[in-house]
């Protein structure tokens, strides 16, 4: 069974900094691309970053400079670090697990994080 488990969000004031953790089990986490959406209420989700199995990333132009993805295979572990907060980068933000020999996706329980002061 494939579980993908986010912790870190919270709330935090324009310009703090947070780290969203995701937790894989149930698959071959070195592997697959880890990918790091959003929702905010009324709006689509939408891709904040990628790490790819070989390490390179990509950012949304809105995050970049801001943001870092990372992983730690030994851990089945991804990581975004959020610095410089702002009000819109309020969401739910979700884990998602893309396999690199179907087009399989896993996702997680997500996570909300609010920046307000």
């Known amino acids: 069974q494939v579980q993908l488990v986010e912790s870190g969000g919270g709330l935090v004031q324009p310009g703090g900094s947070l780290r969203l953790s995701c937790a894989a089990s149930?698959?071959?986490?070195?592997?697959?691309?880890m990918h790091w959406y959003r929702q905010a209420p009324g709006k689509q989700r939408e891709l904040v970053a990628v790490?790819?199995?070989?390490?390179?990333?990509n950012y949304a132009d809105s995050v970049k400079g801001r943001f870092t993805i990372s992983r730690d295979n030994a851990k089945n572990t991804v990581y975004l670090q959020m610095n410089s907060l702002k009000p819109e980068d309020t969401a739910v933000y979700y884990c998602?697990?893309?396999?690199?020999?179907?087009?399989?996706?896993?996702w997680g329980q997500g996570t909300q994080v609010t920046v307000s002061s």
């Open positions: 998602n697990a893309a396999s690199p020999v179907a087009d399989i996706n896993y």
């Open positions: 149930g698959i071959i986490f070195s592997f697959y691309a």
């Open positions: 790490i790819r199995s070989g390490g390179s990333t």
